[in-house]
Every structure is written in structure tokens, then in C-alpha cells.
């Protein structure tokens, strides 16, 4: 088993980790290391003037956290959801510079989480041209695994300037 950890280490500078989920029908991934936790969806407070894909927030052990539904973010179209599979990923360093306990998580919903997998970087090319403008720079790239073609996520590109100044006013307004 030692030599099994040894070599993961050694080719770790070659291979990244992402967890991958769906939001609609497309395969999405997100650096692990982003992913303080994934759990089933809980109660969500909507807030006042925020986008369509700002839900709310909701409350983990005590830290407020806004949560965003990838689907709408995508612009996807709505379809059935199936709370047996819905998730919600807890990522960290989102919304860099917020205070206050989980200042810095942002709640994620998807559709439901498939796996983590392990990703060449020689196989990961950069985000497509039609995936650079200001509505979609939170696409870091595109995952080639086999076959499977997976849109990579950068949880901390999400949120606009705007819309992370948005948050942030309803957070202190709530003080």
C-alpha cells in the first residue's frame, strides 16, 4: 500500500483530481481541492435582488452560505429535479475576500455527483473561444478522458464582481 501512495505522488504534478457532477445534461468537474464537502440539498432562504441563479442562502452548522443553481447559472433549461440525486458541493476560496464564519464558501446545486477522477493535464485542453466572455469565464478548460468530453469549473470565476458586491451588501445589510 506504501508504494501505492508513492507512486500517486510522484506522478502528481501530471494528473489532476476533479470531482465530477451533472447540470443538465452536461459532465462538469471541479478541482477537488475546491470541495470542502458535498451533501443533499437543504432548506434555502431566498434573498432580495439577486440574479435568477442565486437562490439564496442556506445555513450549515452555523455558516450562512449563498448557493447558486448551476442549472440556471448554465442557462439550462429546467427539467425534473430528482431530489434523490441532487447535491449540493460546498466549495471554498469562491468569494475571496469575504468575513464572517464560511465567508469564503459558496454552495453549489447540481443535478447529482458521478465520481472522482483523475485527469492527465496533457489531456486537458483550455477553455473554447465561446467559452471566454464575461458570462462564461468560470469554464477553466475541457477534461478529455477517454471518450468523455468534461467542462472544467473554476467555483472562484462563478460569481461576477457585481454579483459578488451584490452578496456582500445583503450581508451586511442583514448585520
Known sequence: MLSKEKKV?????????????????????????????????????????????????????GMIIPIIDLRKRFALSRTVDNPRKMRMLITKGAIPGASGAGGELLGLVVDS?????????????????????????????????GDRLIILIDSSMILSQHERSALAEVGHDES
Do not use: S, Y
Open 113 to 145: 455527483v458521478q465520481e472522482v477522477l483523475l485527469i492527465n493535464r496533457k489531456d486537458i485542453e483550455p477553455a473554447p473561444e465561446a467559452a471566454r466572455g464575461q458570462q462564461v469565464g468560470f469554464i477553466t478548460g475541457m477534461g478529455k478522458v
Open 9 to 61: 505522488d510522484t506522478v502528481d504534478d501530471d494528473v489532476a483530481q476533479f470531482v465530477t457532477f451533472q447540470v443538465g445534461d452536461e459532465e462538469c468537474g471541479m478541482d477537488i481541492r475546491r470541495i470542502t464537502e458535498v451533501i443533499r440539498p437543504l432548506k434555502i432562504t431566498p434573498l432580495p435582488r439577486m440574479p435568477e441563479f442565486i437562490e439564496g442562502v442556506v445555513n450549515l452548522r
